[in-house]
């Protein structure tokens, strides 16, 4: 099983086909996707607001890449307001999970209110828990699952006030290691490029891969950088080798 982030140029418009931004930088990477590999969009990365169009979106992917397809989220209109909202799509276009922001951000907190299904999803016999951008951040969700993941994927909108993403990305990197290392368990987390448009602040590009079992302190956090595409090879008997050596010693967070 491979993971495949991505971090495209896109934009903050109903009328872009960021669909067609995604799988053309899928396609131009020269990737060529399995059955069981995973492909992370970005939070938000559609402006659409019916869900039924956000779900065709996601399963053009999948269908197009022949993979599983972690779709981001939405701004989902729903009961007179809106749930920042996504879902996973199998290679055969079935739904087979959803996931809910359970705390917006800042103004997002105007136009969206709370979500309530934290995202635990089976993929390929093996367990994910989808958490949407600033739900990265609380602790508390990670402990709320029934049980323990072996991938933690974050959709993201990285938006920064700072005059570079430096600021941005660093703690996002620091973030994603120690997840990983604390809790035993691969994290990759999908963004928009910093050129993206949108409408006011600018997006910081921390996409990137956080492998608890590697030995390189260089290779501990990949980023996606300027590729708009990077992929990853989920190996989990090195995973199950590093949380059982955890284990013996006494640190580690669940069985």
């Not at 920064?160 to 994603?176: F, G, I, M």
């Not at 409408?199 to 708009?228: I, K, M, N, W, Y």
Request: hydrophobic share 45%.
């Amino acid at each position: 099983m491979r993971l495949i982030l991505v971090q495209p140029v896109l934009r903050a418009d109903p009328r872009a086909d960021n669909t067609g931004v995604v799988l053309a930088s899928v396609r131009g990477a020269g990737v060529r996707p399995d059955v069981d590999d995973v492909l992370l969009l970005p939070e938000h990365w559609t402006a659409e607001a019916s869900a039924s169009r956000y779900g065709e979106q996601v399963r053009r992917l999948a269908d197009a890449l022949g993979c599983h397809v972690v779709g981001g989220s939405q701004h989902e209109s729903r009961d007179g307001g809106a749930v920042n909202a996504g879902m996973v799509c199998g290679p055969d276009g079935v739904c087979i999970g959803r996931y809910e922001k359970l705390r917006p951000y800042a103004t997002e907190r105007t136009v969206v209110r709370p979500g309530s299904r934290l995202g635990e999803v089976e993929i390929a016999g093996r367990r994910f828990l989808v958490l949407v951008c600033a739900d990265f951040w609380f602790a508390d969700l990670i402990h709320g699952v029934a049980a323990l993941p072996d991938v933690v994927l974050v959709p993201a909108l990285s938006v920064s006030r700072k005059p570079t993403p430096a600021y941005s990305r660093a703690l996002w990197r620091h973030l994603a290691v120690a997840r990983a290392y604390e809790y035993g368990v691969y994290v990759g987390v999908s963004d928009w490029a910093p050129a993206s448009e949108l409408p006011q602040l600018r997006a910081s590009g921390v996409g990137g891969f956080a492998d608890p079992t590697a030995t390189d302190p260089d290779a501990l956090f990949v980023p996606v950088g300027h590729a708009a595409v990077s992929v990853h090879t989920l190996d989990f008997d090195r995973l199950a080798a590093f949380r059982a050596d955890r284990r013996q010693r006494g640190f580690f967070w669940k069985s």
